[in-house]
């Protein structure tokens, strides 16, 4: 059983920058971010495979860096060049399997609980 505990997120105006973090007990080999908008479905925005795979959304390519450290077991979001679309509550989720390209909700099991992110 995977368990994920998300930090960061908070509020900042357009332009600014901020850095989530989740960490995860139990075996991962895969992380994701997604983001909710109000009023808006579930999005997906990035992977990391602990293979060093990364693969990004189109809306966040360029203003987003996803990582993980060495230990592999805090993995990362930092957010450059934030707008006002990017507002959302922000969750890590992870699978055991490799990311492969997706980032379809269903394919990850185990989900952090979420950390607000305003940009106004």
């Known amino acids: 059983h995977v368990q994920l505990v998300e930090s960061g997120g908070g509020s900042v105006q357009a332009g600014g920058s901020l850095r989530l973090s989740c960490v995860a007990s139990g075996n991962t080999k895969c992380m994701a971010w997604f983001r909710q908008a109000p009023g808006k479905e579930r999005e997906g925005i990035a992977n990391v495979d602990m293979t060093g795979k990364i693969f990004y959304a189109q809306s966040v390519k360029g203003r987003f860096t996803a990582s993980k450290d060495k230990v592999e077991t805090t993995w990362q979001l930092q957010m450059n060049s934030l707008k006002p679309d990017d507002t959302g509550m922000y969750y890590c989720?992870?699978?055991?399997?490799?990311?492969?390209?997706?980032?379809?909700?269903?394919?990850?099991?185990?989900w952090g609980q979420g950390t607000q992110v305003t940009v106004s």
């Open positions: 989720a992870a699978r055991t399997d490799y990311c492969g390209y997706t980032l379809q909700e269903r394919h990850y099991p185990f």
